[in-house]
């Protein structure tokens, strides 16, 4: 449950529940695994934190264990824009990790710990499914005794009939936990799919690798991005509607964005076609363009453009 604080349309903001406070309260870092250049989150508790304390989104990139041909419902990993990453890296909310070097010594013990862990999960479950075979044999019981009582050709007194099916009751319950059950195929057991990886000792932290923003249109990006979210918006990538960002006044899986945010030169020379293109693209998804650039001061400058038409 989340609970919703109603303040100015730019300032409204999700909290969490004190259920959950605990969760984004948890100490440390969160860890951003570098993955072919690609800042990737793993942890689910990360990616609750992430989103829930920090207002960083991301996009989930993996496929679901139980629906994995589908692309509409995604899961982990979650991938995070090179904004985010450094906004969250200055602010020291996390650290950027990389996978050391492992050995094929290692690999080979590695395997044979997934191995032991595998056969035990096998037998677990093998347990619980004799188990729940032998519960669902009882409860049918009745339903058995009913059937072989109507296949009798010579009915007995209705005392001594009741007193026979209890007694063949009680004798088929006995029979049902002493019997022995066909096991399941290891083929069909259910396999845990780990979504982070579990040799955490294994990690070497990259951060100066990291060398986003460089050029002077990431500088401006970044700069953009940083005072948006300083000011309480959450921001996602603007591509699909044209821009660079797109700005909600809350958490977007209960808002619509705002604004689309365009990133511009604050020298650059915009043609009247284009500001009209801009401002008719807002206008036709209900969304208002900022124009957003850096003055020679290094504060950012925002230009709104909304269609209104002629009169």
Request: glycine share 6%.
């Amino acid at each position: 449950m989340l609970t919703f604080v109603d303040n100015m349309a730019t300032e409204a903001c999700l909290l969490p529940t004190a259920d959950e406070q605990h969760v984004l309260d948890d100490c440390g870092p969160i860890a951003i695994h570098l993955r072919s250049g690609q800042p990737t989150v793993w942890n689910p508790k990360d990616a609750l934190r992430l989103r829930e304390k920090y207002r960083i989104v991301g996009v989930l990139t993996g496929c679901l264990p139980r629906a994995p041909r589908q692309n509409v419902h995604l899961g982990l990993p979650l991938q995070l824009m090179s904004e985010e990453l450094t906004l969250l890296l200055e602010k020291g909310f996390a650290e950027l990790l990389k996978d050391k070097p492992v050995s094929e010594e290692q690999i080979a013990k590695r395997v044979k710990i997934m191995q032991a862990l595998k056969t035990k999960k096998f037998q677990e479950q093998q347990d619980l499914y004799k188990q729940e075979r032998q519960q669902e044999m009882i409860r049918q019981l009745p339903n058995i005794i009913e059937g072989k009582k109507a296949k009798r050709q010579h009915a007995k007194s209705s005392d001594d009939q009741t007193d026979s099916i209890k007694e063949e009751l009680l004798n088929e319950e006995l029979e049902v936990k002493s019997m022995p059950l066909t096991p399941t195929p290891e083929k069909h057991m259910l396999v845990q799919l780990l979504t982070e990886n579990p040799w955490e000792n294994d990690t070497m932290s990259v951060e100066e690798d990291w060398a986003y923003p460089t050029t002077s249109f990431e500088k401006l990006r970044y700069a953009v991005f940083k005072d948006l979210w300083e000011k309480g918006f959450y921001l996602t990538s603007g591509q699909k509607f044209g821009g660079d960002f797109l700005a909600y006044p809350g958490d977007p899986s209960r808002f619509h964005s705002f604004y689309i945010v365009i990133c511009v030169d604050y020298t650059q020379d915009l043609y009247t076609l284009d500001i009209i293109s801009m401002g008719r693209l807002g206008s036709n998804v209900r969304k208002t363009v900022l124009l957003s650039s850096q003055d020679v001061n290094g504060q950012v400058k925002y230009t709104s453009l909304q269609w209104t038409g002629l009169a």
